[in-house]
């Protein structure tokens, strides 16, 4: 099965920042990546989807670059609606999707 | 507008069994493959199932194989996840997903809490 791994795991940042969170698979998946937030007591929201398509109505300070294993979630100028846990996700077949254990961003 | 909305949770024992159902609209329920997604409390997301649109292919997570099963009625536009012989780490907040070809949930219900426990 392929495993998803995040880092860091938290974030500390600030309104403005830019921030990266990386996402790797333990093995290839082409560019089946999608990015989710969530915020507490909610269901996750689709921020990005095959590695760098992002979802309509997302924000354009959140972008997606990568493919193969390694991937990586761009925040640019922080706002204070970004603060949330963060998680990426491969869905290379349907017959298994894996999340990352997510990314925790919170305000220094 | 898209909404699916859970319903079925609630507290059952160690054992026993549940039976959670999503209602969708807004969209052709018959056209797309619909998943379940759990979040045990305070932890990460979890993929548990999904199914095709005429229910021809069925995925299960390893730990739940064999104890839940999903299905779907296309005419009720609704989803259902049946499971049994619950365990205390399936306590969990289980959403339902629409699930897309390009992308795998792009739309979420509310979520359903189920705990089991004694």
């Known amino acids: 099965d392929i495993q998803m791994t995040q880092s860091p795991s938290t974030l500390s940042a600030s309104v403005g920042d830019t921030v990266i969170i990386t996402c790797r698979a333990s093995q290839s998946i082409n560019s089946w990546l999608a990015w989710y937030q969530q915020k507490p007591g909610k269901a996750p929201k689709l921020l990005i989807y095959?590695?760098?398509s992002l979802q309509s109505g997302v924000p354009s300070r959140f972008s997606g670059r990568g493919s193969g294993t390694e991937f990586t979630l761009t925040i640019t100028s922080l706002q204070p609606d970004d603060f949330a846990t963060y998680y990426c996700?491969?869905?290379?077949?349907?017959?298994?999707?894996?999340f990352g254990p997510g990314t925790k961003v919170d305000i220094k | 507008e898209v909404q699916l909305v859970e319903s079925g949770g609630g507290l059952v024992q160690p054992g026993g069994s549940l039976r959670l159902s999503c209602a969708a609209s807004?969209?052709?329920?018959?056209?797309?493959?619909m998943s379940w997604v759990r979040q045990a409390p305070g932890k990460g997301l979890e993929w548990v199932a999904n199914?095709?649109?005429?229910?021809?292919?069925?995925y299960y997570v390893d730990s739940v194989k064999g104890r839940f099963t999903i299905s779907r009625d296309n005419a009720k536009n609704s989803l259902y996840l049946q499971m049994d012989s619950l365990r205390a780490e399936d306590t969990a907040v289980y959403y339902c997903?629409?699930?897309?070809?390009?992308?795998?949930?792009?739309?979420w219900g509310q979520g359903a809490l189920v705990t089991v426990s004694s």
């Open positions: 996700q491969q869905y290379n077949s349907y017959s298994i999707f894996t």
């Open positions: 199914i095709k649109q005429d229910a021809s292919e069925k």
């Open positions: 095959k590695a760098s």
């Open positions: 807004g969209f052709t329920f018959s056209s797309y493959w």
């Open positions: 997903a629409r699930t897309p070809g390009t992308s795998p949930f792009d739309y």
